[in-house]
């Protein structure tokens, strides 16, 4: 299957600062990536979508300023926290689909942000 | 958008077949089945999707019923590694926005010695 990478795996930031999360698709064009964020022994839980070139599309309930997601290119999709606080620590994890109707989506490693 | 049920957990013998099932009661005709899974601190894995027809691959078998509202994925010897957790979603929306993928709670898989 194709392959969706994340940078960095793991990052510890301190309560206030601002992280960046780079998703790329590295052999193919992704025209929508998806955000999701999982809390311990929880399921994933979606974030927001995002196409490139455009707008992302939040889920409810997620804040759009806290959350900044840039889908600059076909091959990058970026998820910013900012103003990090303890309670936004989770394992963030994107995916990539080649083209609005296509089948399987794939996912990237995954990210461990910790906020002390 | 169409919801999915699953086992909380299962346990399976290693070499044995594990089947995992899926009720999906309220699919609308045109939505697929998806099987992902995650292995602990890792991002899912894509296993096989489906329509109505009963599907395989190198990882897995998945039957559809007749009335498309429940689902078995099969893997048929299951081995210490497929120790994960397995998601059956179907796949919701259309547009800029199709094909999103809302996960429900899964399936606990453990695969003994």
């Known amino acids: 299957g194709a392959v969706v990478s994340q940078h960095p795996s793991w990052v510890i930031c301190k309560s206030g600062t601002s992280v960046k999360i780079e998703c790329r698709s590295l052999?193919?064009?992704?025209?929508?990536m998806f955000w999701y964020r999982q809390f311990p022994k929880q399921s994933l839980m979606l974030m927001a979508t995002s196409n490139e070139g455009s707008k992302a599309t939040y889920e409810q309930g997620v804040e759009k300023d806290k959350f900044l997601i840039n889908h600059a290119s076909l091959t990058l999709s970026t998820l910013t926290v900012t103003s990090a606080h303890p309670e936004d620590s989770s394992f963030y994890i994107c995916s990539a689909r080649v083209a609005s109707g296509s089948t399987e989506a794939f996912f990237g490693q995954g990210t461990r942000l910790t906020v002390v | 958008d169409a919801k999915t049920t699953q086992p909380t957990s299962m346990d399976c013998a290693e070499g044995r077949a594990a089947n995992l099932p899926c009720n999906h009661s309220t699919i609308s005709g045109n939505e697929y089945v998806y099987w992902y899974r995650q292995i602990h601190s890792q991002g899912p894995q894509y296993i096989i999707h489906?329509?109505?027809n009963n599907e395989t691959n190198e990882m897995a078998s998945l039957i559809i019923t007749e009335d498309r509202k429940s689902s078995t994925l099969i893997l048929p010897h299951a081995t210490l590694r497929d120790t994960a957790v397995y998601y059956c979603i179907v796949r919701v929306g259309g547009g800029n926005q199709g094909g999103k993928l809302i996960f429900g709670q899964g399936t606990e898989l453990s695969v003994k010695p």
């Open positions: 052999d193919f064009q992704a025209t929508t």
């Open positions: 489906g329509l109505k």
